[in-house]
């Protein structure tokens, strides 16, 4: 006699078949999107776990769309737009410099079709990779020759291995720069295989202590530039033209690591000054190493400018085929530089310098608007206020002096979510804002929003994960 057991039918057996699912029309529409490898594939799983489950069978339909809802968290992409309402502009983990209109079509067209890259149009021959950029690179920082890599942490390795491998190259102490992430003065250094020969201390370094040092293992003089932090007080560093004085005068290359780099004096905008490549080429710099994504505004690459003999030297090192960069670097950077030429067109077209130098009153003006919505949107939740706030630079460049801006803080309430709460559901918005959190408050610097729409139109989805 049957037992009861198998009496009652197994809901499992009524499962449908993968070949019956995919003959369905929601499976052909989904095939048309995903693939129909990825369909099967999401369709098993979706019955492996239905099996397990072992409850009823649902209908087709809703089995079609689980497999779709699958399909869609597997598609969504990883790396996704956010705001950048940190204060900090130039923003290193959300990707530093937006790049220009006119630098993103350069590149788009670059990415979309062939392009001559390594082509002489007049010759019809080969031609140079740098040669779409040097010229601009020479007229902007007054260099004789410039080559571009894929960031100036490459830049300085390419310099080092360059002109001073198996050799020492003399550093004061007071410029044993940590960058962040794996870039330490010491450790690239090293990496490039040429010795560090440490001089000075860390607040005072003189013209005595580099040329004490100087000896018949030196390849080269070198200065860093303290992008992060400030050494104050009791402080002494050597001019960059003494030390590129003292190098000519021992026949040695005498080299700078800019970090930034402006190429446009930043004082004339009423920012804090940053030095410029065309300063350290003047003081007798034979290169200079800057970052394209910090102040200059364009793609990431590092850029290289100085001496033909030694620029030419960098280039035929194989280091530089392994670090080079593509064809829509160059389409970008060249574009960056172009606006770079005319520096009202600088400051309008290039993302850095515009948010860099927007006015006060206009930051302001957007918190005033922005403010009613924020505090509707987070009624009963937490409290919205109109603040000042200071922004900064960002990436290293000018660390201790600060912009004034305007910001909303979000403050929670007692019986409300915490400020990390409330970071972590504007996180989870359909476009994510970033903000940071200041003494309990959750703060939203204006600076760099310079389209409110997209900002507002999502206000209506904040807490909807909560
Ligand atoms: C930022 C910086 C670097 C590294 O530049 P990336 O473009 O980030 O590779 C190296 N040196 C200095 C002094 C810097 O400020």
Known sequence: MPTQDAMTPDPRTALPSIDRLLRHADAAALAAGHGRQRVVAALRAELADLRAA?????????????CARRLAAGA?????PVLNLT???????????????????????????????????DRGARGARDSHTERLLCDLTGAEAATVVNNNA????????????????IVSRGELVEIGGAFRVPDV?????????????????????????????????????????AIRGFTAEVPQADLAALAAGHGLPFLIDLGSGSLLRLAQFGLPDEPTVRQAIADGADVVSFSGDKLLGGPQCGILVGKRELIDRMRAN???????????????????????????LARREIPTLRLLTRPLAEIAACAERLHPAVAAALAGVAEVAVIPCRSQIGSGAQPVDLLDSRGLAITP????????????????????????IH????????????????????????????
């Not at 072992?54 to 689980?66: H, I, M, T, W, Y």
């Not at 939203?444 to 139109?457: H, I, K, N, Q």
Request: aromatic share 4%; proline share 4%; charged share 20%.
């Open 87 to 121: 204060g900090t502009v130039n923003h290193t983990n959300l990707g530093r410099a937006l790049w220009s209109q006119r630098a993103a079509d350069a590149a788009y067209g670059a990415m979309r079709g062939a392009a001559n890259l390594e082509f002489d149009l």
């Open 318 to 344: 194989p280091l530089k085929r392994a670090l080079r960069v593509d064809k829509v670097i160059i389409a970008g950077l060249e574009a960056t530089l172009r606006a770079c030429a005319d520096t009202d």
């Open 54 to 66: 072992g409850g009823a069978a649902p209908g087709d339909a809703a089995l079609l769309a689980g």
């Open 189 to 229: 250094m090293r990496g490039a295989g040429a010795r560090l020969r440490e001089v000075g201390t860390t607040n005072r370094t003189h013209r005595h202590d580099y040329a004490g040092a100087i000896g018949p293992d030196t390849a080269a003089l070198m200065k860093v530039h303290a992008s992060n932090y």
């Open 413 to 436: 309430r007692a019986d409300g979510p915490s400020a990390s709460a409330i970071a972590r559901m504007f996180r989870q918005l359909p476009l994510p804002v970033i903000g940071r």
């Open 154 to 169: 490459a830049a300085v390795l390419l310099m080092l291995n360059t002109l001073a491998q198996g050799r020492e190259v």
């Open 76 to 80: 969504a992409p990883s790396l996704v």
């Open 439 to 466: 003494q309990g408050a959750f703060i939203l610097d204006l600076r760099c929003l310079e389209d409110e729409g997209p900002f507002l139109a999502q206000l209506g989805h904040l807490g909807a994960g909560r």
